[in-house]
């Protein structure tokens, strides 16, 4: 009966401590354990490449150099014409717009305008930090450096760090660090769209960098309101951590109150949060 009853107890506590791990350390957990499928995956991956290199040989045999060719200038020309710009925009006055010296810095104009003038920069930075919560017990601060130049162009740091107290097994933290080279597609005085490449960090006991992808627009509607939404995706392993932003800032001359929704997936774990936080624009 005793040996029963210590049985049955070292059940329920297996069980308890699995439901009561720290989400972070689920999330870190899921990122982790598919590392080894991923080694795997690139071992089949290269020897299956050696299998098919007279498959390639023959379909250049028999369709010709030229038709690749063709097909290929085609294919760059469209995705040059998507992602940079297409001839039929270059008319626009978009095509030439302007850095802004801060969102609504004239009445109607956002991040962008389509006249020049001695106040207009060449580079722009714009520096916030925002506070994180899910619940009482997990908690998150974000810094966000975004430095744009050549009117186009522009590079994005971005830091981000979780807290979570669990009453069972102390504090857990995980930061992630994120660097995009961006390239605004979009630049008219009331709306702008980026995309963007580049890497990110994982730290904590996942310890990896992973290719990252961003997307992001903000619309400038009535000041001083603009709304702004962007995601970020990186792939871990064969996992991803992404990030959704949903925002409303305030703009005050050269200063911004933010407030918003912030969705993160990282691994298999979700965190929904509420965010808000403070910019500033420097040029």
Same mark, same amino acid.
């Given at each position: 009966?005793?040996?029963?009853?210590?049985?049955?107890?070292?059940?329920?506590?297996?069980?308890?401590?699995?439901?009561?791990?720290?989400?972070?350390?689920?999330?870190?957990?899921?990122?982790?354990?598919?590392?080894?499928?991923?080694?795997?995956?690139?071992?089949? $991956?290269?020897?299956?490449?050696? @299998? !098919?290199?007279?498959? /390639?040989?023959?379909?250049?045999?028999?369709?010709?150099? %030229?038709?690749?060719?063709?097909?290929?200038?085609?294919?760059?020309?469209?995705?040059?014409?998507?992602?940079?710009?297409?001839?039929?925009?270059?008319?626009?006055?978009?095509?030439?717009?302007?850095?802004?010296?801060?969102?609504?810095?004239?009445?109607?104009?956002?991040?962008?305008?389509?006249?020049?003038?001695?106040?207009?920069?060449?580079?722009?930075?714009?520096?916030?930090?925002?506070?994180?919560?899910?619940?009482?017990?997990?908690?998150?601060?974000?810094?966000?450096?975004?430095?744009?130049?050549?009117?186009?162009?522009?590079?994005?740091?971005? $830091?981000?760090?979780?807290?979570? @107290? !669990?009453?069972?097994? /102390?504090?857990?933290?995980?930061?992630?660090?994120?660097? %995009?080279?961006?390239?605004?597609?979009?630049?008219?005085?009331?709306?702008?769209?980026?995309?963007?490449?580049?890497?990110?960090?994982?730290?904590?006991?996942?310890?990896?960098?992973?290719?990252?992808?961003?997307?992001?627009?903000?619309?400038?509607?009535?000041?001083?309101?603009?709304?702004?939404?962007?995601?970020?995706?990186?792939?871990?392993?064969?996992?991803?951590?992404?990030?959704?932003?949903?925002?409303?800032?305030?703009?005050?001359?050269?200063?911004?109150?933010?407030?918003?929704?912030?969705?993160?997936?990282?691994?298999?774990?979700?965190?929904?949060?509420?965010?808000?936080?403070?910019?500033?624009?420097?040029?």
């Amino acid at each position: 009966m005793k040996n029963s009853i210590l049985y049955f107890g070292f059940i329920l506590l297996i069980g308890f401590s699995s439901h009561a791990q720290s989400k972070i350390g689920k999330a870190e957990e899921s990122l982790k354990k598919n590392e080894t499928s991923t080694k795997n995956s690139k071992t089949s $991956y290269s020897e299956g490449e050696n @299998n !098919n290199d007279s498959e /390639g040989s023959f379909f250049t045999e028999v369709f010709g150099g %030229l038709f690749v060719e063709v097909f290929v200038q085609a294919f760059a020309y469209t995705v040059y014409g998507i992602a940079i710009e297409s001839p039929f925009e270059q008319g626009h006055q978009a095509s030439n717009a302007y850095l802004s010296k801060y969102p609504y810095y004239k009445l109607n104009t956002g991040n962008y305008t389509y006249e020049w003038n001695e106040d207009t920069p060449i580079f722009r930075t714009s520096l916030s930090a925002r506070y994180i919560s899910e619940n009482s017990r997990l908690k998150g601060s974000q810094l966000n450096l975004d430095m744009r130049f050549l009117k186009r162009v522009a590079l994005e740091l971005d $830091y981000l760090q979780l807290w979570e @107290n !669990n009453p069972n097994f /102390g504090n857990d933290n995980l930061a992630i660090y994120t660097a %995009l080279a961006k390239y605004h597609r979009v630049r008219t005085e009331k709306f702008d769209a980026w995309w963007g490449l580049g890497t990110s960090y994982i730290d904590g006991s996942v310890n990896r960098f992973g290719f990252a992808y961003g997307l992001g627009a903000e619309l400038f509607f009535a000041k001083p309101i603009s709304l702004e939404a962007n995601f970020n995706q990186t792939f871990i392993n064969d996992d991803t951590v992404n990030k959704l932003n949903g925002l409303i800032n305030y703009h005050l001359n050269t200063y911004k109150l933010i407030f918003g929704y912030q969705h993160l997936r990282i691994g298999n774990q979700n965190f929904s949060t509420v965010t808000l936080g403070a910019g500033i624009f420097l040029d």
